[in-house]
């Protein structure tokens, strides 16, 4: 009998265990995350928003509001396109992590705005928390900010 608990609790230890994400699970997230670069970058607003669950959050780089909504989602993205030239994104550091059915993809990326048609370019970070969904992985939150500028105590040596 003892033995017989000893290899349930052994069995019910091991499915407690977290497993890593194989890496082509990683890979999907990114072309996700790639995915919404490239819908942003051809300024379409309807494939943008395709991209997000019908329940999503977006705290966006410039919204002065988070947007809870589909189609708040799909306006966020029609602002941010209507100047021209149109703005555009280039992913910089990814850092993507996949518990099951979700996945955090955290990062920077950094925009190319056109104020007076001259390019200024603006760093920020990003947070995408991802839900796979009838095999796709949908935006369920987003959050993006600027990258803030550095100040004299950011840039002073940490003391020990």
């Given at each position: 009998?003892?033995?017989?608990?000893?290899?349930?609790?052994?069995?019910?230890?091991?499915?407690?265990?977290?497993?890593?994400?194989?890496?082509?699970?990683?890979?999907?997230?990114?072309?996700?995350?790639?995915?919404?670069?490239?819908?942003?970058?051809?300024?379409?607003?309807?494939?943008?928003?395709?991209?997000?669950?019908?329940?999503?959050?977006?705290w966006?780089?410039?919204?002065?509001?988070?947007?809870?909504?589909?189609?708040?989602?799909?306006?966020?993205?029609?602002?941010?396109?209507?100047?021209?030239?149109?703005p555009?994104?280039?992913?910089?550091?990814?850092?993507?992590?996949?518990?099951?059915?979700?996945?955090?993809?955290?990062?920077?990326?950094?925009?190319?705005?056109?104020?007076?048609?001259?390019?200024?370019?603006?760093?920020?970070?990003?947070?995408?928390?991802?839900r796979?969904?009838?095999g796709?992985?949908?935006?369920?939150?987003?959050?993006?900010?600027?990258?803030p500028?550095?100040?004299?105590?950011?840039?002073?040596?940490?003391?020990?």
């Open positions: 009998m003892r033995h017989a608990s000893l290899a349930l609790l052994a069995s019910v230890l091991a499915g407690c265990q977290t497993v890593p994400a194989p890496d082509g699970t990683k890979a999907e997230v990114a072309q996700a995350t790639q995915s919404w670069v490239s819908a942003f970058n051809a300024c379409n607003a309807n494939e943008a928003a395709a991209l997000y669950d019908s329940e999503a959050v977006l966006g780089t410039v919204a002065p509001v988070v947007i809870s909504s589909p189609i708040g989602i799909q306006q966020y993205f029609e602002r941010a396109c209507s100047s021209s030239p149109q555009k994104v280039v992913l910089g550091e990814q850092l993507v992590r996949v518990y099951g059915e979700t996945a955090i993809n955290s990062g920077s990326y950094t925009f190319t705005v056109f104020p007076g048609g001259q390019p200024r370019q603006v760093p920020a970070r990003y947070s995408f928390t991802y796979k969904k009838e796709r992985w949908l935006i369920v939150d987003h959050h993006s900010s600027p990258v500028a550095p100040t004299a105590s950011a840039s002073a040596p940490a003391r020990q």
